[in-house]
């Protein structure tokens, strides 16, 4: 069974940065898309970041663009986030996840239903 495991998280200031890792414990495993979500306390979860590995293409939540970055590899099987300009509305567990090939046809983007595999989370807070 395929696992994504998050790394990264931790307490900083606000104006501060984190980079978040997402890695597949198998390196066979493929994807379509992989993303990241957030949930703040007694919120919902909600679609930050993803990347589609058929264009490279990236795509944003208007609240994180231009402060959040997300790269990877698709051959490793590894994804990143890299947050710049943290504000305490930022604080939340941050999930990776993936769009595998057992959904096939349109998925939407930021689409929570769209991901099939998920990550354990990894807590981030901004402090003001």
């Known amino acids: 069974q395929v696992q994504l495991v998050e790394s990264g998280g931790g307490l900083v200031q606000t104006g501060g940065s984190l980079r978040l890792s997402c890695a597949a414990s198998?390196?066979?495993?493929?994807?379509?898309?992989m993303g990241w979500f957030r949930q703040a306390a007694g919120q919902e979860r909600e679609w930050a970041a993803a990347?589609?590995?058929?264009?490279?293409?990236?795509y944003y939540a208007d609240s994180v663009n231009g402060r959040f970055t997300i790269s990877g590899d698709n051959n490793k099987n590894t994804v990143y986030l890299q947050m710049n300009r943290l504000k305490p509305e930022d604080t939340a567990v941050y999930y990776c996840?993936?769009?595998?090939?057992?959904?096939?046809?349109?998925?939407?983007?930021?689409?929570?239903?769209?991901?099939?595999?998920w990550g354990q989370g990894t807590q981030v807070t901004v402090s003001s």
């Open positions: 996840a993936a769009v595998t090939h057992n959904v096939t046809g349109y998925y939407p983007i930021s689409g929570r239903a769209s991901y099939d595999l």
């Open positions: 198998r390196r066979t495993f493929g994807s379509r898309a």
């Open positions: 990347i589609t590995w058929s264009d490279g293409n990236t």
